[in-house]
């Protein structure tokens, strides 16, 4: 992402969230499993900022949003991703993901 190779960054995030986390090792190398969710997440909405596709990070960010509901950090670029989401393609603020009706329970 530093490099300004977003596409690339998204791939390897795609990664991360592709992981099934049962079948990882109850003990071995230290890791916060936050990785293979709201932080990929996090930053998959970053990547998707920066290409434009406002939607999708908002989104990303719904879903980062729904690991910790509390992160106001999460929520503020929701709301900015949002925003100019629907001021290009018409979308809703609405902080559920799509795909999701049971994280309509979000605040």
């Given at each position: 992402?530093?490099?300004?190779?977003?596409?690339?960054?998204?791939?390897?995030?795609?990664?991360?969230?592709?992981?099934?986390?049962?079948?990882?090792?109850?003990?071995?190398?230290a890791y916060d499993a936050r990785i293979?969710?709201?932080?990929?997440?996090?930053?998959?909405?970053?990547?998707?900022?920066?290409?434009?596709?406002?939607?999708?990070?908002?989104?990303?960010?719904?879903?980062?949003?729904?690991?910790?509901?509390?992160?106001?950090?999460?929520?503020?670029?929701?709301?900015?991703?949002?925003?100019?989401?629907?001021?290009?393609?018409?979308?809703?603020?609405?902080?559920?993901?799509?795909?999701?009706?049971?994280?309509?329970?979000?605040p």
């Amino acid at each position: 992402m530093a490099a300004g190779d977003h596409d690339g960054a998204l791939a390897q995030l795609d990664q991360l969230l592709a992981v099934d986390l049962s079948v990882l090792p109850e003990q071995g190398p230290a890791y916060d499993a936050r990785i293979f969710g709201e932080f990929a997440q996090e930053a998959r909405g970053g990547c998707l900022f920066h290409l434009g596709r406002y939607e999708e990070a908002a989104d990303a960010y719904a879903e980062a949003m729904r690991g910790d509901p509390a992160n106001l950090a999460y929520r503020s670029k929701w709301t900015v991703a949002a925003g100019r989401g629907r001021g290009t393609a018409g979308g809703t603020l609405d902080p559920a993901p799509r795909s999701d009706a049971a994280a309509a329970e979000l605040p």
